[in-house]
């Protein structure tokens, strides 16, 4: 990848007018640095979600209630490996490597979503993952579809799709369970309460506060506040809770004719930062277990090299897949 | 509960049913996330070989959920816990060259088990050319990755044994020539990944054939265990 020196104002011109005109930014195009580096982070962040965003629900795989849902829960975790790699190869077009990338996860030197730090106590949250988390992130990424940076854009057309199938099949499985026996109901609405709040949370900081939003804006990767989107999130979940026969867990919540928006109360931003620092219920579980499959599977991966480089050295072939996975 | 147990649909859908539970076991721990995405996909397939095979013998929950260890018919072989990837690849290549065997016979057959077979052996197909790859690049990989491989087909080797008792039900297929055919396609994957055929006995002396008959090993009675705990707390109740 050459990087062109800044004074060449005739890219950055072409860079700027491809911003305004609304068109993508496509692997070979010229780009400042800045907007390199922070689609990086935002991409590597996003593919991390979906790796570390496994692990809550996997944990109710081989304990799934019938085996419908089983097959479910399977295909959505699958599902949710295929959205690690189509992320990762988009992060890849920007010239950072998945091994890299899944360095900085294991190390801590990136993140991934604060959501997936809290457990799965019963098979009820599988639901609300599905009707909330997934809820609000689609909320956030359906807007991602038209992200100035064309692989990614691509990427969430089709993360999108999969994501808005898997959130019906949990509002499905939310209502089941709330129009079953008593002890159904009482599962759903435990979920439900304790899901919800982190789940406002999954759209970041207040605006005032967040960091990035402004220069993401600016290069239309990002294309609403997040304090907008999660009043979206917002006033479309109300109404399908009451549809669920559950509620909310906040006594502020009402309807604001005046704002024509949903009212709702105030956000424990001190959990969230503590939960983004490291300390939330399941952080350090989740990342040591990421740890743990990558430590343990080092001596396959090595073999798939070491095999792929003797199968490359005794038949040459040109532009060898072999010794690509070698590497 | 009374399940058809005359069919040969129960033992080969438990086959599938408990393999796969296996396999979903493996969720967010494989190796690499292509691995994530080709262990998941072959338990799905054997999820749904399960529930179309269950289905023709009863109601595939309470089959899978309500019965009790002594009543399940699936083999040994796929009860057996996933081990390190080695493992799980050698239980794979010994698995489903079977099945691909069998469903292949099935498929040409006139039995009720003909069009669930034709299926089946498609995915099977893939399933087993997944581990055979697998097996060869661990084989003929690095030194540990061969140790780990030859070692894993030792361990399971006395499992393998039961995949060739005849099934109820199952009169038309020709288990000898059955087991002479995956004995030469085993061979001949060994061979190309450097590794050999186990010695020994195919089966422990005592429990020859134990799984057709409900008779398992220790560690499926905790598969079960946690299997069936949620389903089992709330009789009567639909998901």
């Known amino acids: 990848m050459t990087t062109i020196a800044p004074e060449n104002t005739d890219q950055e011109a072409l860079f700027d007018a491809t911003i305004a005109a609304d068109e993508r930014i496509e692997p070979r195009d010229w780009m400042p640095e800045d907007y390199r580096a922070s689609l990086i982070r935002q991409i590597a962040q996003h593919a991390h979600s979906e790796i570390i965003g496994m692990q809550p629900e996997a944990n109710w795989i081989t304990r799934a209630p019938s085996l419908r849902r089983k097959a479910i829960l399977m295909a959505k975790v699958?599902?949710?490996?295929?959205?690690?790699?189509?992320?990762?190869?988009?992060?890849?077009?920007?010239?950072?490597g998945r091994d890299e990338l899944l360095d900085k996860l294991h190390t801590g030197r990136q993140k991934y979503s604060s959501i997936f730090n809290y457990p799965t106590l019963t098979w009820a949250d599988v639901g609300a993952i599905g009707w909330l988390v997934d809820g609000a992130a689609i909320t956030n990424q359906v807007p991602l579809c038209r992200c100035s940076y064309g692989p990614y854009a691509r990427a969430?057309?089709?993360?999108?799709?999969?994501?808005?199938?898997?959130?019906?099949?949990?509002?499905?499985?939310?209502?089941?369970?709330?129009?079953?026996?008593?002890?159904?109901?009482?599962?759903?609405?435990?979920?439900?309460?304790?899901?919800?709040?982190?789940?406002?949370?999954?759209?970041?900081?207040?605006?005032?506060?967040?960091?990035?939003?402004?220069?993401?804006?600016?290069?239309?990767?990002?294309?609403?506040?997040?304090?907008?989107?999660?009043?979206?999130?917002?006033?479309?979940?109300v109404p399908q809770a009451e549809a669920l026969g559950?509620?909310?867990?906040?006594?502020?919540?009402?309807?604001?004719?005046?704002?024509?928006?949903?009212?709702?109360?105030?956000?424990?931003?001190?959990?969230?930062?503590?939960?983004?620092?490291?300390?939330?219920?399941?952080?350090?579980?989740?990342?040591?277990?990421?740890?743990?499959?990558?430590?343990?599977?080092?001596?396959?991966?090595?073999?798939?090299?070491?095999?792929?480089?003797?199968?490359?050295?005794?038949?040459?072939?040109?532009?060898?897949?072999?010794?690509?996975?070698a590497r | 509960m009374t399940p058809r147990t005359a069919t040969p649909a129960l033992p080969l859908g438990d086959d599938a049913l408990i393999l796969s539970h296996r396999l979903g076991e493996w969720a967010g721990n494989a190796p690499v996330l292509e691995e994530e995405v080709a262990l998941a996909n072959i338990a799905l397939d054997l999820l749904g070989q399960a529930r179309v095979l269950l289905s023709l013998a009863g109601d595939e929950d309470e089959l899978a959920y309500l019965r009790e260890e002594r009543q399940f018919r699936n083999v040994q072989l796929v009860e057996q816990p996933n081990g390190d990837f080695a493992h799980t690849i050698a239980r794979q290549l010994y698995f489903s060259?079977?099945?691909?065997?069998?469903?292949?016979?099935?498929?040409?057959?006139?039995?009720?088990?003909?069009?669930?077979?034709?299926?089946?052996?498609?995915?099977?197909?893939?399933?087993?050319?997944?581990?055979?790859?697998?097996?060869?690049?661990?084989?003929?990989?690095?030194?540990?990755s061969h140790t780990r491989m030859q070692r894993a087909l030792d361990t399971l080797w006395r499992f393998t044994g039961e995949l060739f008792d005849p099934v109820d039900g199952l009169d038309s297929v020709p288990w000898h020539d059955l087991r002479a055919t995956w004995t030469t396609r085993i061979t001949t994957t060994l061979e190309r990944a450097a590794l050999t055929l186990p010695e020994g006995p195919q089966r422990s002396g005592w429990a020859a054939g134990g799984g057709r008959q409900g008779l398992h090993t220790e560690p499926f009675g905790r598969l079960l265990a946690e299997m069936q705990h949620l389903h089992r707390s709330h009789p009567g109740a639909t998901w």
Not at chain 1, 160 to 175: A, D, N, P, V
Not at chain 1, 270 to 279: D, M, P, T
Not at chain 1, 281 to 287: G, S
Not at chain 2, 114 to 137: I, M, N
């Open chain 1, 78 to 96: 699958q599902d949710e490996a295929g959205h690690g790699l189509y992320l990762y190869s988009a992060a890849e077009t920007l010239g950072a």
């Open chain 1, 156 to 237: 969430m057309v089709r993360v999108c799709k999969e994501e808005s199938f898997h959130q019906r099949q949990g509002y499905e499985l939310l209502l089941t369970l709330s129009r079953g026996t008593d002890a159904q109901h009482a599962m759903a609405q435990d979920a439900v309460d304790r899901w919800w709040w982190p789940s406002l949370m999954m759209f970041g900081p207040p605006d005032d506060e967040s960091a990035h939003s402004a220069q993401s804006m600016a290069w239309k990767i990002k294309r609403h506040s997040n304090d907008e989107l999660r009043q979206r999130f917002v006033d479309i979940c």
């Open chain 1, 246 to 325: 559950l509620t909310l867990p906040d006594p502020h919540l009402r309807w604001n004719e005046e704002r024509g928006h949903w009212d709702f109360g105030p956000i424990d931003w001190s959990e969230f930062r503590e939960v983004l620092k490291g300390n939330g219920p399941c952080n350090d579980e989740r990342l040591g277990r990421r740890r743990r499959a990558h430590e343990e599977g080092a001596w396959v991966r090595e073999a798939a090299a070491a095999h792929a480089a003797r199968h490359a050295a005794r038949t040459p072939r040109t532009g060898t897949h072999q010794e690509e996975a």
């Open chain 2, 97 to 144: 060259t079977y099945q691909e065997l069998l469903h292949g016979h099935l498929a040409t057959g006139d039995t009720d088990l003909a069009p669930l077979a034709a299926k089946a052996v498609k995915e099977t197909a893939y399933h087993r050319d997944h581990a055979e790859q697998w097996t060869v690049r661990l084989g003929d990989g690095t030194a540990e």
